[in-house]
């Protein structure tokens, strides 16, 4: 069985929406693996090390947008 990961829906993914003050994107500060990461503020994350991702949901579970899905 495949191993689940981090996916990121861009379309759904709108930093400036959730994190207008800082910019910082939540799922990505959740993610304590650093896999996860924003290159910049007010950016949207990217994955990292996608191969490490542990599918433990806690980006999923951050996000108010619902914009990252385990798979
Ligand atoms: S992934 Fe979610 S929390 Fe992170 S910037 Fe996008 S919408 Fe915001
Ligand atoms: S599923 Fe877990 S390890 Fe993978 S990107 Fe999300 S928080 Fe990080």
Redesign the pocket.
């Given at each position: 069985m495949p191993k689940r990961r981090a996916i990121?829906d861009y379309d759904?993914?709108?930093?400036d929406?959730?994190?207008p003050d800082d910019g910082i994107?939540?799922?990505?500060a959740a993610c304590t693996h650093s896999i996860?990461e924003?290159e910049e503020r007010h950016?949207?994350?990217m994955i990292f090390r996608a191969d490490m991702c542990q599918g433990c949901s806690d980006?999923s579970q951050?996000?108010?947008?619902?914009?990252?899905t385990i798979a």
């Open positions: 990121i759904k993914c709108v930093p929406k959730c994190a994107c939540l799922a990505a996860m924003q950016e949207s994350p980006c951050a996000c108010p947008f619902d914009a990252i």
